[in-house]
Nanobody
């Protein structure tokens, strides 16, 4: 069974940084795209960044380009999301999801409803 477990969320001041972790199990890392999504209260879940092909293919949403880095530790089957220069509008529950069979360049733009597996989420709150 595939499992995704997020960690690393918390309360941070605007301008600060966070690194989120998504530990995966039950999957062949090479066959999946792993994506970070976020959902703010009253809003639709939106993609933030996606990685695939053991870290060789990455894509970012416009809202985080230039201040975020998605990476993977293939030995640990773990994906990380580093976000710098955090803004209050980054406040949301951050989820990692897994999509089988598409690389990141193809997975970007696929609705979160079509992703196959999800973690439980981790809250990120950015204070102004």
């Amino acid at each position: 069974e595939v499992q995704l477990v997020e960690s690393g969320g918390g309360l941070v001041q605007a301008g600060g940084s966070l690194r989120l972790s998504c530990a995966t199990s039950g999957m062949n890392f090479a066959d999946w795209s792993i994506g970070w999504f976020r959902q703010a209260p009253g809003k639709e879940r939106e993609e933030v960044a996606i990685i695939s092909s053991r870290g060789t293919d990455t894509r970012y949403a416009e809202s985080v380009i230039g201040r975020s880095t998605i990476s993977s530790d293939n030995a640990k089957n773990t994906v990380y999301l580093q976000i710098d220069s955090l803004k209050p509008e980054d406040t949301a529950v951050y989820y990692c999801g897994a999509l089988w069979g598409l690389v990141a360049s193809k997975a970007m733009g696929i609705s979160w409803r079509n992703w196959h597996w999800w973690g439980q989420g981790t809250q990120v709150t950015v204070s102004s």
